[in-house]
């Protein structure tokens, strides 16, 4: 049997734990949408000669149900008063995406 990831995890937690989100397509109009924003995610790393990277940066995790045509690299979104652009999209194979951010401004500059 199937699971239906979408209707039965990755709905019911953005119901709980989602915020409000713009998001704004580079080649279409805006929509009102969902996710589970980070304002400091933590990305780990190893370089080739075995040294630790450490990277740092806004995050979104969005349900992909939720977007006409699939989020991508340039979009731009707002959400808890600042405006960011898609700096990439991480699909997880069950129907989310992470969606790694750069802030471009606070949503009133």
């Known amino acids: 049997m199937a699971v239906d990831w979408d209707r039965l995890v990755l709905g019911p937690t953005q119901r709980v734990f989602g915020e409000p989100v713009t998001y704004a397509p580079a080649d279409d109009g805006p929509f009102q949408t969902t996710g589970i924003f980070d304002r400091a995610y ?9 040294t630790q990277i450490n990277t740092t940066l806004p995050v979104l995790g969005v349900r ?17 008063g600042g405006v960011y652009v898609v700096k990439d999209v991480r ?7 992470k969606l ?6 606070s949503a009133d500059e």
């Not at 992909?64 to 808890?80: E, H």
């Not at 699909?91 to 995406?97: F, S």
């Not at 790694?100 to 401004?105: A, F, K, S, V, Y």
């Open 42 to 50: 933590t990305e780990v790393d190893i370089a080739e000669d075995g």
């Open 64 to 80: 992909l149900s939720q977007f006409p045509i699939g989020p991508k690299q340039g979009d731009q979104l707002t959400v808890q």
């Open 91 to 97: 699909p997880d194979g069950h129907g989310a995406a």
């Open 100 to 105: 790694m951010l750069n802030r471009l401004r």
